[in-house]
Every structure is written in C-alpha cells, then in structure tokens.
C-alpha cells in the first residue's frame, strides 16, 4: 500500500486547515492572555526590531553585542514562533492596519494548529480510510480545551503540530527518499519550536534502525553496525570528557578549536562517509534509515542557524537553555484538593487529568484505539496474541508510541506538573488518530448489522459522527473563550471538578469575563488590581481596547478601586487580603461559569 495520500483527500485536507485558520481567527477576540503569551508578544516585537536592522544595518545588527541586546529576554526559549508572531504583527497590524494587534501575533499559532487536523487527515485516509481521516481531524480539533491552546501565541500547540509532522514525515520518508531531507528540516523547525522536540530522536530512532536492519542485507548491517560504534564512541568520548573535566569544566573548555569540537566534527564527517556507503551498496537499507540521517545532519544546522543568540556562544549558551528546562521551577497545581508544589507528583495525574477533560464520546474511542494499539503490539512480541487480536506491525508501534511518550514523560514523579493538558498535547493527535479507526470501525459495523447501502451508509456514518462530536463540540461552545475551565462528563463538568478539587482555570486568561463590568463600572483614573495578571498582559489588553487605557494599574489590593481575584487554591490568601484592605467580603460581581466562581471583583466603599 503506497503511503502517498489521494489527490482528492490533499484537497480535503487543504479544506479543513483553512476552515481551521478561519475559524480560530473568527473566535480569538474574547481570548484572554494568558502569562507567557504577553512575555512572547514582547519578545517578538523586540526581535522584529532586530530584524528591521539586519535589513537597514547589517553590520551593526550581527555584532555580538547587538544580538545579546535583542536576544536576551526570553531566551528560555527558541526564536522560530517568536519571530513569526513579530513579523506578523508588524506586517498585520502595523502595515496593513488589517487586524488589532494580538490578532497580528496569533495569525501564525492559528496556522500552525490549522495543520493538525490537515496531517490528521493525511495520515488516516491513507492507513484507514477517507471516513477515519475526517474523524481523526475533527475530534482533536472540538476538544476544548485543544481548540483554547489552538489560539494562543505560545508554543504548546505549534510544538505539538511539528511533533505530529516530523514523524508523519518519517513515516512517509521510509517509502519515499525525496522526504528524507523534508524530514530533516522539519526536525529542524521542531527544535526551533520548542524544547520538547529533543526528544524525537529517542522516540524515532529505534524504528528506523529497525527497519533498517530488516530489509538490510549482509553488508548492509555490517555499515549498520558500524555507523552505531561511531555514535557510542563519540557519547562515550563526551562521557570521557564529563568526568574528567565536569559538566562546568566541559562548557567552558568548549571552544571553536577544541577536542570536543574535533569529536563533533569528526562524528558528523564519519557518519555521513558511512551513509553514502550504504546508500550505494544497500540501497534499500538506506532509504529506512535516511529520515534519521537528515535528522542528524539538518536538524542541529537549521536550530542553530535560525537563533542569533547561539551564533557567539553556542555552547555556553545551549547549556544554560538545557539546564533551564531540566531544572524548571514547579509551579503549584491543584489535584484532589491538594496543591502540587513540588515533587515527587502522582504518577497517575496526567492519565487522570486527561480522563477529567475529554469529554466520554471521545475518551472512549481514544482509549479503545489505544488499547487495540496495544495488545496488536503485544502480538508481536507473544505470539498467541497474536493469533487471537492479530499483530501491529512497525505503523501500529509508531503510533502507538507516539501516543504515550508524552504523555509517560510528564507522568514521571520529577517532571514539573501544571498547565494541565498542554504540556502532553504532542500525543494528543495520535490519540485523535487512533480513535478515527475506531470510528470507522463502529460505522462499519453499524452499516453492516443494519444492512445498508453505500449511500445510507455514508449517511448513518456522517449521523453517527455527529452524535460522538455533538458532547465536545457543545463544550467547546458553552466554555469559550474560557477552554482551561472544561471539564468533561467524568468529572462532572465544571462544577463537579471544582467539588473534586481540580485546577479552574489556567493562569489568568478568564479576567476578560469582568473586563467589560470593570470598563462600565470604575471611574476615571480608576486604580485597578488585576490578580494574577502582569503588566504586559494588563497593556495588551488596553491596547486590544479590552480595557480602558485611563485605567492603572498596582501591585496588590491596598491601593486599589478594584481587585478582581482569580481562583486558584494556591492564592486563597489573595482574597482574604482583599477583605482587609477593602473592608468587605461581598464582592461586587464576578465570573461565575455553570455557577462554579472563576474571577470574584471586589469593589472598595466609598468613603
């Protein structure tokens, strides 16, 4: 079976990216921002101006000092969806004056999350069928608390989409060599993304050796092997070096001309001779293992290339940004009622936070995707399984894989747990996948036992399809633009999870529900406390004319008019400080979603 998909589900797959974009666009307005996001509009308002030099003043924009100056804030992370978020703002909203200027920063996180159900489609039209496709694409795309992350200029969704097509491009790469540099690149891409996709090459490399090693022949696995011996010398040579010298020892003796970079390039000069080799004397061997090749070989000169800030100092610098996110500070989470603030964190959170936030008509096609997905796996590896459930095969492993790696990573008890979904979603769409498998086979098996024809069975199935999305897609309409507040039918939505203890909301984006009040109801000059929000989120409000620009801000409740309180259990005290300084406990209005207090507005008495 040819992995390429039909011309007719390209165009399907065009189609639904598009309603995608336009339907993120359409919705963004009443979005809140949540912290990062206004950090990130900063950043990329700062790097556009670097870049307006680059073009007027070349010489002067690629000193080294130059690029610290520009590069510095926020160089926790990369610069790929940063730049794009200022180049379209500066093209957007300051040229052309087409958009208000958040929309200017969202239009490429709408893009990017507009290709998740574009490569959904793709992907399962070709391993099940036009039908699993259409629901693949629409079932991860009506999730709320996915379609709230969908229109946020942050990284989380972007990630998941170069995650979900670095590897769809894997897997067509293994038919087809032309893919193999794309995949690469798009590796490259993925990086420059988001730190999360430095895992990739731990998730994908065993497949392709795998395959590999299957269709090689003698003297392929003998360039096989050997192309293995150089990786664990040149790890163990840096190993070597770590022990000797320490990981400080070893940043800092890490020059342009040093044993270390010797090493480097050595590496990349003997893997490259070896896979030349093997291209000409096992060409079938090489074609499974050159989506790996490219990822080597592109992937660290496109992440490199693209982030000034690496340019002088790549070493001391990549070692800072490793040991940010190894060490990331551990933000507090409710869970059952208790605040997570450090580790070790429940090993079965992300499973259960999952189970809470999907809606059942969906979880259900998920989790049975998942565990057909295993136990066809398992038939692998016992063969009486496999006679019994039938065996998976090199798809049904990647897949399944993919499905879980994320989400096992974040399940360990040392990993930072916050944000819910979000920091998982990489493993969302192959979930979504799996479930349109199993939707198809429902549809089957519905059009079958009721004995219909091709043309009722297509309509049963568009009926059927309606009826699964019908739950998350009311959700999604009832919740928004407050998505990290939904809870599916396990938790007993909004309320019920709030009753269990589950974190309300994320960050501060629900402040835009008492912003208009606010507007309304202050007076001019009115001194105003927005919990939780920082100042760049409280001038990318004013500036989306979400609140009036006479309004100002402070620093806590004691000076203030107004303090509108998020609610989060970490900061009860908040609230309680707000009492003291008002000299009341009877708020004024709120936001207030299926009865469940999400921001509570106090107003200061006259006096």
Partial sequence: MSRAPAPLDRRIALGLG????????????????????????????????????????PAAALSDAVITQAFDFN????????????????????????????????????????????????????????????FAALSFFVVPRHFFHAHLGCFDMPVATMWLLVVYLFWRAEEDLRL????????????????????????????????AWRSASTEGRRLLVRMGQVGLAFVAYLGLVLIVKGRAGLVQSWQLLSPQTFGVVALVVSLSALALRLRRRDPA???????????GLLGPVVFYVHWPYLWYHPVERLAWYFDFHATHVHYAWTYFGQVLRSPPFPVAYVFVVTAMTLPVSLLLPMGVGLLRTGVRNLGDLVPALGRRFGRGGETEWLLGVNALFSILLISHPEVPHFGGVKHWLPSMPFLALLAGREFDRAAAGLSSALDLTARRGRAASVVLAAIVLLPAFTLTVHVHPYGTSAYGELAGGIPGAASLGFQRQYWSNNV????????????????????????????????????????????????ADLAAVQYHQEFREQEVLVWQAFGTWVPATGLYLDETPQVVVYRRPER
């Avoid at 909203?93 to 200027?101: C, D, E, K």
């Fill in 18 to 57: 598009l309603v995608a974009f336009v339907v993120l666009w359409a919705t963004e307005r009443p979005v809140g921002f949540v912290r990062d996001e206004s950090v990130y509009f900063a950043a990329a308002e700062q790097f556009s101006r670097w870049w307006g030099l680059l073009f007027q003043r």
């Fill in 75 to 134: 160089h926790e992370h990369p610069m790929l969806m940063k730049s794009l978020f200022g180049w379209s703002h500066t093209l957007f909203h300051q040229v052309l004056g087409w958009v208000r200027p958040a929309a200017g920063f969202r239009l490429p996180a709408f893009a990017m999350a507009a290709l998740i159900p574009a490569l959904l489609h793709l992907w399962g039209s070709v391993l099940w069928g036009r039908r699993a496709g259409l």
């Fill in 180 to 211: 193999a540099p794309w995949t690469g690149v798009a590796f490259g891409l993925a990086l420059a993304t988001k730190h999360n996709a430095f895992f990739l090459p731990l998730v994908l490399t065993p497949f392709g050796v795998l395959a």
């Fill in 285 to 295: 061997a090489f074609v499974r293992v050159a989506p790996l090749v490219a990822m």
């Fill in 512 to 559: 835009t529900g008492v912003l208009p009040w606010i507007d309304t109801n202050s007076r001019q000059g009115a001194r105003v406390w927005l919990h939780e929000v920082n100042g760049l989120s409280f001038r990318d409000y004013q500036r989306n004319d979400m609140l009036r620009k006479d309004v100002i801000p402070t620093n806590g409740p004691e000076d």
